[in-house]
């Protein structure tokens, strides 16, 4: 039996707390209460009901205090076999407490190359690893500077950001300063787990033009295998908006497994040796070129989604590579197409009083799966970035196309029933009908 300590988990994480508890190892799980606004209630008590212990702490990134807190709860440096996030704003504790403990993890020095943006940016420049340009700066009159001298139209994203927080495509230096102005107000109404990981830096970068992609590599500590790569949907008014994804990428077969040994490239690039790593990749008309290399596991419902096509369920290979078992032989085989697409409202609104409580289960026999927290007379905000999102819908299919057209028609359809636009998505035709708001 091997001992585990997950440093806080995503909804569809507790998968991968679920597994380890069917292996019959042992679970402690480390939480704080500033990442609740990312996990729901019920997955939270789901995840807490199946560790074996729940050490909660006010602040998860105070390595010393975890440390601590471990001790209190008898666990010392040698009882612990690896330690694991799925959540984005606690890999590095993650990192560092394995380190600490003795334990097996993902180098620490690789998961803070990758969280700094700047920082992974210069090692793919240093390595050769094919990449965007870019300057970190610290203020508007660099940001200016920067994208001047890149040349507009630029990407200006914090160095360490998550979820598309202040996250902008400029066309000019009017777009530059807007973001600037538009960071402070953000910053002000931004989740304090989330305002914690920003500092002043931002990163201009240049702007990778063409269709999205991701990939999740995995490596056991020597090898690296691309396991499973997707299409990515994106806002058609904003493409830095993530609107779902689709697997398996509609790629032809050599082109997939380009992408895959460029996005092992880049995790090998940064050392990142041990995990599930999900990279971002842009499909331009020069080659694959780096958005983003998150040192963890995919969140949001792409992991349900490659379950889905391909059967294999990545939160289980992830245990099973911190446990110490050789990275599985990638890609993962697809046994049929899955589709989902993310349900956020256009602009600020209200959802119509007059909709039926079950308005979203006239979709369910259409769907595979789903969820939708809109009920009538909710307020919606407009989608600024993941966790303006309200509901999910998937759809499988044979292939990709199939799955992807019945995915587009179902969010058309609930559309028309909510009567306010959704945020829409890239490459899929508008809905006809006006919208009942009449705007
Ligand atoms: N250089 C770029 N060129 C084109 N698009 C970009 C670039 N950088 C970012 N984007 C777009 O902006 C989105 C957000 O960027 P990025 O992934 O770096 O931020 P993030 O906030 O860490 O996202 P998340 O945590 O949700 O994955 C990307 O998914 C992509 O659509
Ligand atoms: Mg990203």
């Not at 508007?140 to 927080?165: D, M, Q």
Request: charged share 25%; net charge negative.
């Amino acid at each position: 039996m091997a001992h585990l300590v997950c440093v806080e988990t995503t909804a569809l994480g507790v998968q991968s707390i679920a597994y380890a508890k069917r292996l019959g190892h042992e679970v402690s799980l480390l939480r704080s209460p500033l990442y609740d606004f990312i996990t729901p209630p019920a997955e939270r008590a789901r995840a807490q009901e199946l560790a074996d212990r729940t050490i909660h702490s006010a602040d998860l990134q105070d390595v010393g205090e975890l440390l601590r807190l471990l001790d209190g709860h008898g666990v010392r440096p040698g009882d612990v076999d690896a330690v694991l996030s799925t959540l984005s704003l606690c890999v590095l504790p993650a990192a560092r407490l394995a380190e600490r403990l003795g334990a097996r993890g993902t180098p620490y020095a690789a998961v803070a190359a990758a969280r700094d943006k700047g920082r992974c940016r210069e090692i793919l420049r240093d390595t050769g690893v094919p990449s965007l340009g870019f300057a970190v700066v610290s203020s508007l009159p660099e940001a200016l500077e920067a994208a001047g001298a890149l040349g507009y139209p630029v990407v200006i994203k914090p160095v360490s950001g998550v979820g598309k927080a202040v996250t902008s495509i400029v066309g000019d230096a009017d777009g530059t300063r807007a973001h600037f102005e538009d960071a402070a107000e953000e910053l002000r109404s931004m989740e304090p787990g989330l305002a914690g990981e920003l500092d002043e830096r931002y990163i201009v970068e240049e702007l990778a033009v063409g269709e999205l992609y991701s990939v999740e590599v995995a490596a056991d500590g020597e090898r690296f295998t691309p396991l499973v790569a997707v299409g990515r949907k994106t806002g058609r008014d904003n493409p830095v908006l993530e609107l779902g994804c689709t697997v398996p990428p509609a790629l032809p077969a050599g082109e997939e497994a380009q992408l895959g040994a460029y996005a092992v490239e880049v995790c090998r690039a940064l050392g990142l040796d041990l995990g599930v790593f999900h990279v971002e990749v842009m499909r331009t008309e020069r080659g694959f070129r780096l958005v983003e290399a998150n040192p963890r596991i995919s969140g949001g419902s792409l992991p349900d989604s490659v379950r889905m096509a391909t059967g294999r369920n990545i939160f289980e290979i992830l245990v099973d590579l911190f446990l110490g078992a050789p990275v599985p032989e990638g890609p993962l085989p697809w046994r049929r197409a899955a589709s989902h697409t993310f349900l956020a409202a256009a602009r600020d609104t209200v959802v119509p009083e007059e909709l039926p409580a079950d308005w979203f289960e006239e979709f369910r026999p259409r769907l595979h799966s789903g969820w939708s927290r809109a009920e009538p007379g909710a307020r919606l905000r407009e989608m600024k970035g993941n966790f303006d999102v309200f509901g999910m819908i998937r759809v499988v299919g044979a292939d990709a196309g199939a799955a992807d057209a019945e995915c587009a028609a179902v969010r058309r359809d609930i559309e028309k029933r909510l009567g306010f636009p959704l945020t829409a998505v890239a490459g899929q035709p508008a809905d006809a009908a006006p919208a009942r708001d009449g705007r």
